[in-house]
């Protein structure tokens, strides 16, 4: 799946196998791409699908460090997520564990890699490994590309400021 925008989004899910590929680009240094994932006043500004209010509890980005966030729609109801950071490498690269609370012991490992492009420019690619080909199949049907795409165009806004 690919959007169409300026800096489309790609998303892959090949068949039979469980993990999803993400990559985007950014007008914007990588420092700043990587501030926005670090800094929790900003990540409450552009993650999650258009609409939907966040409330962090906890954004520790380190090395051990964890996060809890809830995602709350329109309507009120409220999406729980939470996991762990592993390795956290600046401006360049980060590994966490992601858990959405609705689907309790489905973990996926996550990882994200900020490829400075020169000219002002960012490549961030994610990989997520589920524990199953139906567990990553239910994550993509239930909405992973709009939330995807949706936050990372309040991403761009955010970057151009």
Excluded at 26 to 36: M, N, Q, R
Excluded at 37 to 52: I, T
Excluded at 54 to 75: C, K, L, S, T
Excluded at 104 to 122: A, H, I, Q, Y
Aim: no cysteine; glycine share 10%; hydrophobic share 35%.
């Amino acid at each position: 799946m690919t959007t169409e925008t300026a800096n489309p989004v790609t998303i892959t899910a090949p068949a039979g196998l469980p993990f999803v590929d993400i990559e985007r680009e950014f007008d914007a240094p990588v420092a700043a791409v990587f501030a926005a994932h670090r800094d929790p006043e900003l990540v409450k500004q552009w993650l999650g699908p258009n609409g939907y209010e966040m409330a962090i509890e906890r954004w520790d980005f380190e090395p051990q460090g964890g996060y809890r966030y809830v995602h709350r729609d329109p309507d009120g109801n409220e999406y729980g997520f939470h996991g762990t950071f592993h390795s956290i490498r600046e401006n360049e690269f980060a590994v966490q564990t992601f858990e959405f609370e609705g689907a309790p012991d489905v973990v996926s490992l996550e990882s994200m890699t900020f490829e400075d492009l020169g000219g002002g420019r960012t490549r961030l690619r994610g990989h997520s490994v589920y524990p199953s080909v139906e567990a990553r199949d239910a994550m993509v049907e239930h909405g992973m590309a709009t939330g995807v795409t949706e936050g990372y165009a309040r991403l761009d806004a955010l970057l151009a400021r």
